[in-house]
């Protein structure tokens, strides 16, 4: 099997003839960029700057050399505009913990007195900044700048501003970049507009001058105290989302075999953080229409993040038509392996868990990481219905060692 199949028979609940590897394929599956950097050089591959090709998260390109040696079956498919409304081209130096890395052009930032760094909407610094990155850190926080709400004035448009429908030029150059993946990976496609409630997105980061909710706080406390504008601005989302779909496999059809759909995490790391009933009233139904349509039209898989204790939502998740669960919190409450596998192992994919990445990974010894990927493939490959990667993105203060001893570990069941 070459990747694509090995990713496609383990989606379709079915064991593959090695276990499936997913590093890079989503935002939210990636690795950071320092740690591309070093794994480049400890494998002795072409010693050169690395793409930092999701600046929110600083995550790094994985070209096809280093898929090759860490065995992983997957490529990306991003649109080109970042986080912050710039696009992914005309790379320039920069230099982050002291690894060489290429930036795009937008990528304008200034430093602090505190030696903290602000990064700007659309790279322009005559507004406010939308980011910034701590003294020391490895990712960049977002920077609030809700306005004073008018109850009276709110008005759902504002929080789709940034939610467009792709343009000819947007999907030829999705074809362009498609043309250059090569056939053998399974391409993940994160190239929707269906957050549905992604905090991630909610501070309108790419935003010159964001109106509507874009508090974080203020956010979570609306899907209570202003419902139905929420579901407005939901109703917004899908529309959009179904319509820019449809314009996708209009351009490149199945050639995409997952897409991302939702990074709406309801999970804290002891339970939930949305009730189950909420979930059905204001997120659901709007799941649903999506996954119905990319399975009515498409052969296309459908991708959830969702963090946290989250052990008792899954079975809504499963019945709003998800294909694929990440990032598989092993280390939250109730989300142990064996318990995930026996109860939903048959009915959805779990993509991640292979490696709790909030202590052991980066604190633990090497063998520690070596015992804890063995134990979690062990319960989560048999029978299919996995795809090995860490619980979410592998930060860039992890030891070089730890993530060799990973690898080196998922190459036993390769």
């Not at 507004?127 to 004035?153: C, H, T, V």
């Not at 939930?272 to 009933?277: A, G, P, T, V």
């Not at 804890?372 to 989560?380: G, M, P, S």
Request: glycine content about 10%; overall charge negative.
């Amino acid at each position: 099997m070459n990747g694509k199949q090995r990713i496609k028979t383990a989606l379709s609940l079915k064991q593959p003839d090695r276990l499936p590897v997913d590093f890079g394929g989503t935002a939210t599956s990636g690795i950071h960029v320092c740690n591309i950097y070093n794994l480049r050089q400890y494998y002795g591959l072409e010693s050169k700057p690395v793409k930092v090709i999701e600046p929110f998260q600083m995550l790094g390109e994985v070209e096809d050399d280093l898929r090759e040696v860490l065995g992983i079956d997957t490529a990306n498919l991003f649109w080109r505009n970042t986080f912050f409304g710039f696009k992914n081209e005309k790379w320039k130096e920069w230099e982050f913990h002291g690894v060489p890395v290429l930036v795009p052009d937008g990528f304008n930032t200034d430093m602090n007195q505190d030696g903290s760094i602000f990064q700007y909407p659309k790279g322009d610094k005559h507004y406010p900044p939308s980011g910034k990155l701590p003294k020391g850190g490895y990712f960049i926080d977002a920077i609030g700048r809700q306005r004073p709400i008018d109850e009276k004035a709110l008005d759902p448009k504002d929080n789709l501003e940034e939610y467009k429908l792709h343009s000819s030029a947007d999907l030829k150059t999705l074809k362009k970049d498609l043309e250059g993946i090569n056939k053998e990976y399974a391409v993940l496609g994160q190239i929707g507009s269906s957050s549905f409630g992604d905090i991630a997105l909610v501070p309108g980061m790419s935003l010159l001058d964001p109106k509507g909710i874009r508090d974080e706080a203020e956010w979570y406390m609306s899907t209570l105290a202003r419902k139905e504008y929420v579901r407005s601005v939901y109703e917004g989302q899908c529309e959009i989302a179904l319509e820019n779909y449809k314009r996708i496999f209009d351009a490149v059809g199945n050639q995409i075999d997952v897409v991302f759909v939702s990074g709406t995490d309801f999970g804290m790391q002891t339970g939930l953080m949305s009730s189950i009933e909420a979930y059905r009233d204001l997120y659901k139904p709007f799941h649903i229409r999506v996954n119905d349509w990319i399975h009515k039209n498409t052969e296309w898989k459908t991708f959830i993040h969702c963090c946290g204790a989250i052990f008792d939502l899954i079975p809504e998740l499963i019945k709003a038509g998800f294909d694929i669960l990440n990032p598989v919190q092993i280390s939250a409450k109730g989300m142990e392996p064996s318990k995930l596998k026996k109860e939903y192992g048959r009915s959805i994919t779990f993509w991640g868990g292979g490696v709790d990445t909030q202590k052991i990974l980066p604190f633990g010894t090497p063998q520690e990481v070596k015992e804890d990927v063995r134990r979690n493939i062990e319960v989560f490959f048999k029978d299919g219905g996995f795809v090995f990667n860490a619980v979410h993105n592998v930060m860039g203060n992890v030891p070089i060692k730890n993530l060799v001893s990973m690898f080196e570990t998922v190459q036993e069941f390769r």
